[in-house]
């Protein structure tokens, strides 16, 4: 994957002047050691210039890491700290940053040995609040080197996920399909996250595609689709046309990112893009989203946002599904109910057409979308990838505009059960534990659309970090709440 950011932490230590500065120098570098030995050496910056402790120093470490290629910062306190050149360096670095703390170490080395980086830390939280200062300060922001080190590890998706936002442009193709209003997409809260919108015409996308008929990669494309689809390759006549697309997508992408170096796409799939197109491109969608540059479907433009966010916080492929469907009773009984310990309304079926990345699908065929042919000729809805998708951890996530331009997300942690779906579609059978009252007080309750983005493992630590970095308020962060814990809008006596 090649648009995701390339992470580089600057670590800087401060002290305040009535401390002993070894103090700082010291655990600054046991706690770099600690990383490399744990985590290895690249991607991380000892700062080796000075011990902050005055606005002059601020300068000269600001001026280090930028030198250094920092993307991201990680202010150390290894004592109480100097509250204003330490926030001042947070508030001047043009990036995501972290404050961390040092433990005290020993019961013998309390007197000259004490730096009392547990009181500087909340003069550092006071300080970075009166500046206005964004910064991420973990569950546990003081700790001994190990535990340090592991902050900082943590930082790293975080970080990648702020840097991508700052540096991405999200590309879409026309309005959204009539009766799709559930993807409104207010474009004020992108700008907002420093994201860049750039909303195109499907005429547009229709007139590129013609232009890239014939093209001499074309070929090429194909026998890589016939690779990754192996026996599942039921559509073969469909495959140039396919690869056609992708070379269109591919040549926008790089033809229209501007100054930006990441992209998203929200694109355009029916009523008509079949019948003008004569194919669907979810297949090409899915390719796309697991070389790391997400496709949405149905212009949904806050579901390719979330995407990306997955993509870079689990450096991994994610995909988009619909929360669509009930599993049948005689299905959970026969199949799940003896071997998972899930209430019925636990589990649902997320579904999307064929978005899906092979990579993701326990198997996959091409066919045609069965859904689209119900009222159009079948030749023209071929393009779709479906299989059941592969069994494992999930977070099931979105992160949303609301119509009045508020920012509100959620995130559910479970799984994919490994249990045959009976149906079509890139499809799985999930499990959240408490879905039904999630479902109800989280997505009903919040307005929330009828997609969201999957991630591959469980990641709900990271994506509530970032959406609060990124300015949700927590309140606005729905989550399956554990059983027993009301919803506020949940009725008592239920």
């Not at 991607?43 to 030198?67: F, T």
């Not at 840097?163 to 879409?172: R, Y």
């Not at 479907?297 to 669509?324: K, M, P, R, W």
């Not at 065929?365 to 000729?377: F, G, S, V």
Request: charged share 25%; with cysteine; hydrophobic share 35%.
């Amino acid at each position: 994957m090649n648009n995701i950011p390339e992470l580089k932490i600057g670590v800087v230590a401060v002290s305040r002047d009535c401390f002993p500065e070894s103090l700082s120098v010291n655990r600054r570098k046991a706690v770099i050691q600690a990383y490399k030995e744990k985590y290895g050496d690249t991607g991380i910056y000892e700062c080796p210039i000075c011990i902050v402790e005055s606005e002059i120093h601020m300068v000269q470490a600001l001026e280090d890491i930028k030198a250094a290629g920092c993307n991201a910062l990680v202010v150390y306190l290894g004592n109480f700290g100097p509250e204003i050149s330490e926030t001042l360096l947070a508030k001047h670095f043009d990036g995501p940053k972290m404050f961390i703390a040092a433990a005290e170490e020993s019961k013998n080395n309390l007197t000259q040995g004490r730096g009392d980086a547990y009181c500087g830390m909340l003069n550092a939280s006071y300080n970075l609040k009166l500046r206005g200062v964004k910064a991420y300060i973990p569950e546990s922001p003081v700790g001994t080197a190990q535990e340090c080190a592991d902050r900082i590890a943590e930082f790293r998706p975080i970080a990648r996920a702020i840097i991508g936002l700052s540096n991405l442009k999200i590309i879409s193709f026309g309005p959204r399909p009539t009766n799709f209003l559930a993807c409104n997409a207010p474009i004020q809260q992108l700008y907002n996250l420093g994201v860049e919108i750039e909303e195109n015409s499907e005429l547009d996308l229709f007139e590129a595609f013609h232009k890239h008929a014939g093209d001499e990669r074309i070929p090429a494309i194909v026998k890589e689709m016939e690779q990754e689809l192996g026996e599942g390759n039921k559509k073969p006549e469909i495959l140039a046309k396919l690869a056609q697309y992708e070379l269109t997508l591919k040549d926008w992408v790089e033809e229209h990112r501007g100054y930006r170096k990441y992209v998203a796409i929200a694109g355009k799939c029916w009523p008509a893009f079949q019948t003008q197109f004569g194919f669907v491109p979810c297949y090409v969608n899915s390719r796309l989203t697991d070389q790391g540059i997400p496709v949405s479907c149905e212009v949904d433009i806050y579901g390719a946002l979330s995407e990306f966010i997955g993509t870079v916080v689990s450096q991994d492929t994610v995909t988009l599904l619909d929360i669509n469907n009930t599993v049948p009773y005689d299905l959970y009984k026969e199949e799940i109910e003896p071997e998972f310990n899930y209430a019925s309304d636990d589990v649902f079926m997320g579904f999307h057409c064929g978005n899906t990345a092979s990579s993701k699908l326990s198997f996959c065929e091409m066919k045609y979308q069965m859904i689209m042919a119900r009222t159009l000729p079948e030749e023209v809805t071929q393009g779709t990838l479906e299989g059941d998708i592969i069994p494992g951890e999930i977070t099931f996530y979105r992160l949303q505009s609301t119509s009045d331009n508020k920012l509100r997300a959620y995130i559910a942690q479970g799984e994919v059960l490994p249990v045959k779906t009976h149906s079509f579609g890139s499809i799985g059978i999930f499990a959240i534990p408490e879905m039904g009252r999630f479902y109800r007080h989280v997505l009903i309750e919040g307005n929330y659309p009828h997609h969201g983005a999957v991630a591959f493992g469980h990641f709900g630590k990271e994506l509530f970090e970032v959406f609060k970095y990124i300015g949700v308020e927590p309140s606005e962060i729905g989550y399956n709440q554990p059983k027993g814990v009301r919803y506020p809008t949940e009725n008592p006596w239920r």
